[in-house]
């Protein structure tokens, strides 16, 4: 998704203000699925608008996610895909990334 069009979708969900987290990757470190600036909005059933790069580092943001859309309080969680279950099929991409996730309120 183009930025100009996430940034549309941000807006619709601040004005009809239905529950939902934006998590945004602030840093990356060797190889990640997708860069910083990349966006993805969860909303309190768990669908995704946009993608932060797929699969269990994903799975880990939406579960962060559902977490901030019940606090209200934003997080920076560690996406660490350096070694796991799928590391040594080349399963994951041997990064890591920061990734801020905010309620939009």
Do not use: W
Request: glycine share 14%.
């Amino acid at each position: 998704m183009r930025e100009h069009e996430m940034i549309n979708v941000i807006h619709t969900f601040l004005q009809i203000k239905k529950p939902a987290a934006l998590a945004t990757i602030v840093s990356t470190k060797g190889s990640t699925p997708r860069k910083t600036g990349s966006k993805m909005i969860i909303t309190s059933t768990g669908a995704l608008i946009g993608t932060i790069g797929g699969g269990c580092g994903e799975g880990e943001v939406i579960k962060k996610a559902l977490e901030v859309i019940k606090t209200g309080k934003p997080v920076t969680h560690n996406v660490d895909l350096t070694s796991g279950l799928l590391y040594e099929d080349g399963g994951i991409c041997g990064g890591i990334m920061n990734v801020f996730i905010e309620p939009l309120q």
